[in-house]
Nanobody, 121 residues
Framework: QVQFAESGGGLVQPGGSLRLSCAAS????????MRWFRQLPGKQCELVAG???????NYSDAVKGRFTISRDSAKNTVYLQMNNLKPEDTAVYLC???????????????WGQGTQVTVSS
């Protein structure tokens, strides 16, 4: 079983910054890609950013230039630095990781519970 500990969400004014963290723990043999998604009110979940095990990153157009994804593979942790936040960034942010729980198991995606980010004056 794989668990996630997410932190860093909260209330921030427009133009402010937040840093989200998501640490995976449990039966982990290897982690591949780690991603952040967000669930906007009344809308489908959307991909925010992803980072491969080799450090290759990708971003949605909505956050490119403002958000930075990074990871500490030794700690099985992914981060999302969010700068110049806008009210439209308000959402529940969820981390996900593609995990091998043993050397012979299939890759499987695991999801965190999410952390609320609210951007409002």
């Amino acid at each position: 079983q794989v668990q996630f500990a997410e932190s860093g969400g909260g209330l921030v004014q427009p133009g402010g910054s937040l840093r989200l963290s998501c640490a995976a723990s449990g039966s982990i043999f290897r982690i591949s890609t780690m991603r952040w998604f967000r669930q906007l009110p009344g809308k489908q979940c959307e991909l925010v950013a992803g980072i491969s095990s080799g450090g290759t990153t990708n971003y949605s157009d909505a956050v490119k230039g403002r958000f930075t994804i990074s990871r500490d593979s030794a700690k099985n942790t992914v981060y999302l630095q969010m700068n110049n936040l806008k009210p439209e960034d308000t959402a529940v942010y969820l981390c996900t990781a593609r995990v091998l729980v043993t050397s012979t198991a299939p890759w499987r995606d695991y999801w965190g519970q999410g952390t609320q980010v609210t951007v409002s004056s």
